[in-house]
């Protein structure tokens, strides 16, 4: 049957049969009206067929002219509308684009090069693109531009004949230059808080006329004035040391452009003073609001103090830099910080139920000093204390070899001595919900001798270091008392005993553990020592510390000797001035750890030396660094950038899957960058005295 005939019937079948049933009861009822209806079913089954047809000729009109008008629309908008189309074939080479495409790369003649030709676009651009469908916005010359990019695949048929995934790929280009524009306009004039602080007023201001003294805050704040008004910015001011600095993320690129020369220019400033003032300053623009953003900059000045002044701290993002901070730290001279950190923590003690101190891991002589120094405190409330112990530490080893026997005083005295330091397992069950934790000498969770006892105690912590605050501090404690003017942790802690109770008096033990703290961080008094220094050596002295038991302590046996020198033999100089070694080491221990502190401690006793630094290669990616310097450089700020830490004389930082010879190069081109800002910075006040 051709089903031509009956195309199209469904919509007046039923209408059909219903005349075809009625003419056929009528053919049975009168038999003599069968021609006659023949003839009108005849003339029915025509009239439906030729309306049938009228009605598919008039939609299949209608449909032409819908295509016909779609056709004209895609037409018009490839040639007209503002968006640039290109068709790349599955070679990856342009097949078909549009004028206007052509118009914004600003290319004639682009037929067949592939995309990276034509746009600014990275190597095997089009093997990318085919992968993802996605967008971007690029930039080519002067205009911004919207890519959205499809991949089509071809036929299966085509891409069974090689066993291939054939690809080509649409481009579209949407002119977004303005709203781009609009966000660069944004993001240029979005507002940065900065905090600035006159640190050192006190110590500046010690000793000069109230004349003289309001002299130099005025100048102070004339310079910062001139620093703001460069920025197109304003300042407003809160008292003599403080005052709060606004302006754009333009006026901040400038700044960071100029290294916050404002450090330099307020340090420059010499009326009767004796020594330089220095500022302090946190800058942030970051958060939903303007408290938010004050409270990050406020952030930022804590952690610029906390490092010890002199220094600018930005949060850009989720980052930190940091600006400055390269002069040697001045001990504070007054010591009401001192008294009010001790006051609170003997209330915190009395609060507690049960004590715990726990230094670094690998502890030295200093975390072990100035922990026994707490435990003393704890002791004098009659409050159960214990020093927490890594475990792996070579002086502590020592410690308890010529300290913690049976004839020492600290045992006979005091029965609490008797199991004073306990592993991380006896801490953990004696931990309870009144318990407090004392930090001493370092303040990063990474440096923790036990990270579960930290965890354990999560809010009733105190921080008791002289390092410089590093961006991961302990969060979550009730007091902070970090000062990178002091020597050691060891001389913060003598001087807060002090003020704790004035009865209060150490033992001999006692006295030696925190004087050999002071010893071994100072380099035997040679680096970062200050009055302050002095003054808490000759009370541990008074108090009975003995230096011969301290040579004792310092000393090593012939292989850790013998070792050491092989360290120093093997150093080069790269670079003037500074000497670098790499000790390889089959497994990581503590003597490993210390025999490379010891030989970089070395390397800058030799002529011409102002950098030592000692990498030791455990194998497998596993890196140490230790560095040390005379002074005149900060590797605390070297290894900083490492992702390490410490001090200006003294720093270090662990290392996890890195290249050796990579952080070797690493670390002689940050030295060399140093020694040159250095040697710039000594120009430059050469130039200002003469």
Known sequence: MNKGIFAGWKDVTIYVTLIFLLLVLLCVETPVLI???????????????????????????YLDDIIRNIERANH??????????????????????????????????????????????????FETMCVKDDEKVI?????????????????????????????????????????????????????????????????????????????????????????????????????????????????????????????????????????????????????????????NASKALDLALGRGGDQVVLQSGKELQYFGGTSTVNAKSTRVRVRIVAHSIHEQMLAADRIFVMGHENEDFDAIGSAVGVAKMALDLKKPVCIVSSGNSTAFDKVREYMFHEKANLKSEDPNYIDLMVTEEEALKEITPRSLLMLVDHHRAVLCASRKVLDA????????????????????????????????????????????????????????????????????????????????????????ADPVLVRQLFKDDLVSFRERYRVIATAEMPIPHMAIAVNSVTERTSESNIIAAQAADSLINITDISVGVVITDYGDGEVSVSARSDGSINVQIIMEELGGGGHQTVAGVQLHNVDVDAVKQQIIELTRQQMEEAKEKAKDESNLTE
């Open 35 to 61: 021609p006659l209806a023949i003839v009108i079913a005849i003339a029915v089954f025509c009239f439906a067929r030729r309306t049938m047809r009228n009605k598919r000729l008039t939609m299949s009109g």
């Open 76 to 125: 018009y908008a490839v040639r007209n509308l503002d968006v640039g189309i290109a068709v790349f074939a599955s070679d990856g080479k342009l097949q078909w684009k549009n004028a206007r495409f052509e118009e914004m790369v600003g290319l004639r003649h682009v037929d067949g090069k592939r995309p990276e030709e034509v746009l600014p676009l990275p190597d095997n651009a």
């Open 139 to 295: 930039a080519v010359k002067t205009r911004w531009y919207r890519m959205r990019y499809f991949s089509m695949q071809t036929k299966p048929e085509e891409r069974a004949r090689d066993n291939a995934v054939h690809s080509s790929l649409m481009v579209y280009l949407t002119d977004v230059t303005e709203l781009e524009e609009l966000k660069q306009q944004y993001h240029d004039d979005r507002l940065n808080i900065a905090f600035v602080r006159f640190d050192n007023y006190e110590d500046v201001a010690k000793g000069m006329s109230e004349a003289a003294r309001a002299n130099l805050t005025g100048e102070v704040s004339e310079r910062v004035s001139q620093w703001a008004v460069s920025l197109n910015g304003f300042v407003w001011r809160s008292g003599k040391e403080n005052c709060m600095v606004g302006f754009t993320n333009v006026g901040l690129q400038k700044a960071v452009e100029d290294k916050f020369s404002i450090l330099d220019r307020v340090r420059e400033i010499k009326l009767e003073n004796k020594l330089a003032p220095t500022l302090s300053i946190g800058i942030s623009g970051e958060g939903e609001t303007l408290a938010d953003i004050s409270m």
């Open 457 to 544: 105690i999560p809010r009733n912590r105190i921080i008791i270091d002289h390092h410089r605050r590093a961006e991961d501090v302990i969060e979550n404690t009730i007091l902070q008392y970090m000062e990178p003017s002091s020597s050691s942790t060891s001389e913060l802690v003598t001087e807060l005993v002090g003020y704790f109770d004035e009865k209060l008096e150490f033992d001999k033990e006692e006295a030696t553990l925190l004087y050999c703290g002071i010893v071994v961080d100072t380099k035997n008094f040679n680096v970062q020592t200050g009055e302050r220094t002095f003054e808490a050596a000759a009370l541990l002295r008074r108090s009975g």
